[in-house]
């Protein structure tokens, strides 16, 4: 089992930046992050693959890439997600979500994991 607890969330103007931060209870080679918006499916935001020798590698969504970054923190547990240059379209709740197992390149689908946290309510406001 891994347990996740996601922080960092909260309301910004369109523009701004939020980095969110996700906490797991043991090291998994892959983690991700998905939102949800109201009456929309869980999407793939960011994945990330750090089982490599030779770094980590990413995965993003075409409607992130540029603004957001995924990274390890300097505990292994540890996953962050960097949001630049938000828009009222990244509104979502926003989950944190591990892989047991390795898998590469990082997935962006939610069936490929196993765990889930609570989620972040993440709100831009035009």
């Known amino acids: 089992q891994v347990h996740l607890v996601e922080s960092g969330g909260g309301s910004v103007q369109a523009g701004g930046s939020l980095r969110l931060s996700c906490e797991a209870s043991r090291y998994t080679d892959n983690m991700g992050w998905f939102r949800q918006a109201p009456g929309k499916d869980r999407e793939g935001v960011a994945a990330?693959?750090?089982?490599?020798?030779?770094?980590?590698?990413?995965a993003y969504a075409d409607s992130v890439k540029g603004r957001f970054t995924i990274s390890q923190g300097n505990a292994k547990n540890t996953v962050y997600l960097q949001m630049n240059s938000l828009k009222p379209e990244d509104t979502a709740i926003y989950y944190c979500?591990?892989?047991?197992?390795?898998?590469?390149?990082?997935?962006?689908?939610?069936?490929?994991?196993?765990?889930w946290g609570q989620g972040t309510q993440v709100t831009v406001s035009s």
């Open positions: 990330i693959y750090t089982g490599a020798n030779d770094g980590a590698r990413t």
């Open positions: 979500a591990a892989k047991s197992g390795a898998w590469f390149p990082p997935p962006l689908f939610k069936s490929q994991y196993n765990y």
